[in-house]
Structures are given as C-alpha cells and as structure tokens.
C-alpha cells in the first residue's frame, strides 16, 4: 500500500514477555519516528531514525526499549520483560527528510496491552 | 526543548458554525514548522495543515485555518462550517529543522447538530 503500515493491529502480551512491533514506512521516507500514545494523551516522542541511523533515542523510557531499523526502510519496536506501564498505542511515522515543513504521515499503530 | 500547551481538554461546537482550538509553543529555536493534526475514534493520524515559523501568511486549507502569531507564540486552528464528522481529537505539534516533533495534549471537539 501507499501509506505507513504496522502490525500487528493489536498485541496483548502478559508481564514479562518480550514484544515486537513492526513499521513499514512510505517507500522513500528517509525519516521514521516511534511514538508511544496513552489513553487520553497525546503521542510523546520515543525515537527517530535518519535512514538506517538512529539520531535521537531520547524519549525511549526505558533501556527495555530498542528501536532499529537496519536498512534504512523497515522498522522494529522491541520491549522486553514488558510492564503494565508499557499499555498504550505505539505508533509510527514517516516523512521525507527536509525541510521541517514535510508532515508525518502515520500509520494505524499497535495497541499493545499487557496484562 | 520545545514544549506545546493546548489548555482545552474538551470543546464544543453547534454543527455549522467556527470554532477556534488554541494551540501555543515554546521554542529557541528560530525555524520550526507547527502542525494541526486530526485523530478519529478509530485512531489514525490526519494530517491538518502546517504552518511555517517564516510564513507570513495565516496557513488556509479548505475549512481549516491557522491563525499564527508569532510574538505570542500561539497557533491556533480555526475550524468554519463545522460538521458531525469534525468530531475528534485534535492534536497541534511543532517540529524543529533536527526533526524533532512535539505534540500536544489534544483537544477534544465535539460538534453538537
């Protein structure tokens, strides 16, 4: 398809067990953002890549949190030994590189649930 | 760091009629770019209208408008003619040129017929 793509939709998982979430970016996309959305909230920011580069992992709360993308198109949201806190939508998005004016177009997200 | 405040969980608005979703930014930075997203029940992000930090014109698309003051660093998203299908969140964020973006707490309208 032509747009951002992630699976799977929904993921329910129990404490402890590792998960991983996938993104497709468009085709072309240089820039892909992980966003990770409560209930109610608005997206915060967990990490940014630059093609296969990894810029800015700032907002991951975690070191139980990795994000890679080593191709520089696909993209995998892992956390391991999941926690209750970790429940919210994970979503993802793509834009072209430059300038700051390009919008993120996003995908669907994964609601992640942990029980 | 840049941070976005939008001070009204919930509004709401008579079908047809504009309503006004306040939106303001803080930021060092010089060039940034402001956005107006959309988000529906069913959870996509929509993409609104974008705003440039060095345009001097308020952005328009279609319904939507954005009424930019730079010295008091808001942004407001003017919706005119509301519709049933305006109901949703809505969601202003602000990216600087290192790509970082930011978003907002979000807004809630609902369009009453």
């Known amino acids: 398809g032509a747009g951002v793509s992630q699976s799977p939709r929904y993921k329910v998982a129990k404490r402890g067990q590792d998960v991983a979430l996938r993104c497709d970016p468009i085709s072309g996309h240089v820039s892909l953002f992980w966003y990770q959305q409560a209930l109610g909230q608005g997206p915060e920011f967990l990490t940014y890549f630059q093609n296969e580069a990894q810029l800015d992992k700032s907002g991951l709360p975690s070191d139980r949190f990795f994000a890679e993308r080593p191709e520089g198109s696909v993209s995998t949201l892992k956390i391991q030994r999941t926690q209750q806190e970790d429940s919210a939508v994970y979503l993802c998005?793509?834009?072209?590189?430059?300038?700051?004016?390009?919008?993120?177009?996003f995908g669907d997200g994964t609601r992640l649930s942990i029980l | 760091a840049q941070k976005i405040t939008q001070t009204q969980p919930g509004m709401f608005v008579q079908e047809k009629e504009a309503v006004t979703l306040d939106c303001t930014y803080d930021t060092s930075d010089q060039s940034y770019g402001l956005f107006w997203y959309k988000q529906p029940s069913s959870g996509e992000m929509i993409f609104l209208i974008y705003?440039?930090?060095?345009?001097?014109q308020n952005a328009t698309e279609g319904r939507y408008s954005l009424n930019f003051q730079k010295a008091r660093k808001s942004a407001n998203l003017v919706i005119s003619a509301s519709q049933l299908g305006d109901s949703a969140m809505y969601f202003c964020?602000?990216?600087?040129?290192?790509?970082?973006?930011?978003f907002g707490a979000g807004t809630r309208l609902t369009v009453k017929p």
């Open positions: 705003q440039g930090s060095y345009d001097e």
């Open positions: 964020a602000m990216r600087a040129d290192n790509n970082d973006m930011r």
């Open positions: 998005a793509s834009s072209l590189e430059f300038p700051s004016n390009q919008p993120q177009h």
